[in-house]
């Protein structure tokens, strides 16, 4: 193994240039942006910041895009492969170059720049100033969702030497782009900034300036270098020992990796079904994929045995995957009434009825839709894969379909042993908020009753098109009245916001709808609703008819009401599904 020590620059050259490419079995870029701005302080200090992984191999194996854009193409015969420091390398590249970072948000690919301004009047580096600025941590891999980046906090602390750009920093004379400083030079930012000899800090913010600049030709990463008579599994090896030690990755990642190096081509069908997916809103990421192919495989779901799969079966196993997974989303969306993946307390929900789709051949007969849906409302419920033990819990129920012609007494006693009963009571969802299953339910209730919106009139949905018309839920009671009488009720700022935000106070209706009932008595709204759209927008909901119960004087009674109709809802749909057996 060679090693060598290269500068920030010549590594993001490399980089941007494509001579160092992303092999196929390395997961998305992930950092977050506050986790650059940390990086950045580190290098400004001279602070170890990790090293590089390289591989070096004539033999180009599948690779995947970076998420810094380049339109150079590599002609090079020889390709180093980067296996670790990914975050680390892309992140400075975005940053010297100015290229913004491309990541998946749902179904999108956005792009985001990485804009970090520097102090050039921060506090001297003492060893106390340490407390101000956290370095990052030597571990590249560290995140785990497709998200848009955190807020930035509208900071404006001069004690900070970096800081993410923001309005109350942009436009103050001490602070600086730090990617404007690296592509046009520290001439550029004395003329923006003004600075001459006859201000007192100038030979403070010139050092300063020059000793950040000068960082990507003086500050040096150390280099290890795989040479090329290492196999790309040999690779896969190393990749998935160097990653596993600290946790850097998640085991799905390591198993994605394991599954590529041995299925060339297979990170692009795999992230392929994964758009597919996230198109009808079911955001699920490969390493979903990879437990739902493990589990049509071997009817387990532990990563650890991903090896003992043969490459051919592995090959098979995964067209009726992906069918199941079509197969599973459809019924979710369509019988379920559950319309994406945001409302699922766990995504392992869709992993039984993957494999009972594949095992009844993508048919379920009424009496099996019935079973189904009664096992997954209760599942999602009371946690069954929500809570600890999630792959013992998965693995129990896989069982139960494979070796048994009906699984679902089995299945069902799974829950009934952890939950202690599978009958709904109204302690289970008083105090409980939108964060709830039981939530969730509320909404399941609402779409098989057909509620509609009580302004536009559309049936409600979490699919409906266009801004005004997409569906959210909101307080029954307008917070704007309900907080300020239970405040002078009770002084209790906690226990308001419990009552405010209980289930019971919840209803969906678009925004449309929202803005008109955000100023008005519950009653005054209410009366407007039944005269102009029926009883049936209200009771379809579960709300009261008794407009005795629609006053503020009434409120926890009127939760207490609703909650009993909720409840009641439940273990009806429960019973009903139970009850049908043809």
């Not at 690779?63 to 193409?73: G, K, M, N, P």
């Not at 956005?110 to 101000?132: A, C, G, Q, R, S």
């Not at 600075?195 to 007192?200: E, I, R, V, W």
């Not at 339910?441 to 009753?449: E, I």
Request: aromatic content about 10%; glycine content about 4%.
């Amino acid at each position: 193994m060679e090693t060598a020590n290269w500068t920030i620059s010549k590594l993001v050259q490399k980089y941007n240039d494509k001579e160092i490419q992303l092999p196929e079995m390395q997961r998305k870029y992930v950092w977050k942006r506050d986790k650059v701005r940390a990086l950045l302080d580190s290098i400004y200090k001279g602070y170890p910041s990790g090293s590089i992984l390289l591989w070096e191999t004539d033999y180009l194996p599948e690779t995947r895009e970076s998420a810094v854009s380049s339109d150079i193409e590599n002609k090079l015969e020889t390709t180093l492969l980067l296996l670790d420091g990914q975050q680390r390398l892309t992140s400075l590249t975005a940053v010297l170059k100015g290229i913004p970072i491309k990541i998946r948000v749902g179904s999108k690919i956005k792009e985001m720049p990485i804009e970090v301004y520097f102090n050039m009047n921060h506090p001297e580096i003492t060893e106390d100033y340490e407390t101000l600025e956290q370095s990052p941590d030597n571990n590249d891999e560290d995140e785990d969702e497709d998200t848009e980046d955190e807020e930035n906090e509208e900071l404006d602390d001069d004690r900070l030497v970096f800081q993410l750009k923001n309005k109350k920093i942009e436009n103050k004379p001490n602070w600086v782009s730090v990617t404007k400083l690296f592509k046009e030079g520290i001439g550029t930012i004395i003329v923006e900034k003004n600075l001459d000899k006859t201000n007192p800090n100038y030979k403070k913010f010139m050092d300063r300036l020059s000793d950040l600049y000068n960082k990507k030709e003086n500050y040096f990463y150390p280099i290890e270098i795989l040479g090329k008579d290492k196999s790309y599994p040999e690779v896969t090896d190393v990749f998935v020992r160097v990653n596993s030690s600290g946790a850097k990755l998640r085991a799905a990642d390591l198993a994605l990796a394991q599954v590529t190096s041995r299925w060339r081509g297979s990170m692009k069908l795999f992230t392929d079904v994964v758009a597919e997916c996230q198109s009808a809103k079911f955001d699920l990421d490969e390493g979903t994929l990879i437990k739902c192919l493990v589990s049509v495989s071997t009817w387990q779901n532990r990563f650890k045995i991903i090896n003992r799969i043969p490459i051919d079966k592995m090959k098979s196993d995964w067209e009726r995957t992906k069918k199941g997974l079509h197969f599973a989303i459809n019924f979710l969306k369509e019988n379920a009434k559950i319309e994406t993946s945001s409302v699922l307390p766990s995504p392992f929900l869709l992993i039984p009825i993957v494999c009972l789709a594949i095992k009844s051949d993508y048919e379920f007969s009424t009496l099996l839709e019935n079973q189904v849906l009664r096992w997954f409302y209760a599942a999602a419920m009371w946690g069954r894969y929500s809570r600890g033990a999630t792959e013992t819990a998965l693995d129990e129920d896989l069982s139960a379909i494979k070796n048994e012609n009906n699984p679902f007494d089995r299945m069902m006693t799974n829950i009934l042993s952890a939950a202690g009963r599978l009958e709904v009571t109204e302690s289970d969802i008083e105090g409980k908020n939108t964060k709830s299953p039981f939530f969730v339910m509320s909404y399941v209730l609402a779409k098989r009753n057909n509620a509609k919106d009580w302004g536009s009139g559309v049936t409600i949905s979490l699919q409906n098109i266009g801004k005004e018309f997409k569906n959210e839920y909101d307080h029954i009671f307008p917070k704007s009245k309900l907080e300020p009488y239970l405040l002078q009720r009770y002084n209790d700022t906690m226990k308001v916001k419990k009552l405010i935000n209980d289930i019971a106070n919840m209803a969906f209706l678009s925004k449309q709808q929202n803005q008109y009932k955000t100023n008005k008595l519950t009653e005054e709204y209410f009366e407007t609703i039944v005269k102009e759209r029926g009883e049936d927008a209200l009771t379809a909901q579960y709300i009261t008819l008794d407009n005795s119960l629609w006053t503020l004087s009434r409120y926890e009674e009127f939760l207490q009401d609703r909650r009993k109709r909720i409840v009641k809802g439940i273990n009806d749909l429960m019973k009903s599904l139970e009850n049908k057996k043809s």
